[in-house]
């Protein structure tokens, strides 16, 4: 088992940035891929980025690429999103995850089997 607790969200005005945090414990935090996503209210939760258990690959949604960068600290059993040049469309709340499995989708909410409460993120004009 596995517990995920996010932090870092928060009220900021567009072109802004924040940066999330996701502290893990339970099990040893290395051995999973982490995945952070976002649902928008009346919208399905959406992938935002990922990062692989081993080598640390990142992967990111088109939306998000260039603007977004997710890292993970094994060491402190957390992963990072830091987010820059915020867009109205940002808004959301965003949830971090984690999955067991050895060869995921990591694009794919099902894949992962843990999930954090979840922080707000709102991004003001």
């Known amino acids: 088992q596995v517990q995920l607790v996010e932090s870092g969200g928060g009220l900021v005005q567009a072109g802004g940035s924040l940066r999330l945090s996701c502290a893990g414990s339970g099990r040893t935090f290395s051995n999973y891929h982490m995945g952070w996503f976002r649902q928008a209210p009346g919208k399905e939760r959406e992938f935002v980025a990922a990062v692989t258990w081993t080598a640390g690959v990142p992967y990111y949604a088109d939306s998000v690429k260039g603007r977004f960068t997710v890292s993970r600290d094994n060491a402190k059993n957390t992963v990072y999103l830091q987010m820059n040049s915020l867009k109205l469309e940002d808004t959301a709340v965003y949830y971090c995850?984690?999955?067991?499995?050895?060869?995921?989708?990591?694009?794919?909410?099902?894949?992962?089997?843990?999930w954090g409460q979840g922080t707000q993120v709102t991004v003001s004009s």
């Open positions: 995850a984690a999955s067991s499995r050895r060869f995921i989708s990591v694009r794919t909410s099902n894949q992962y089997d843990y």
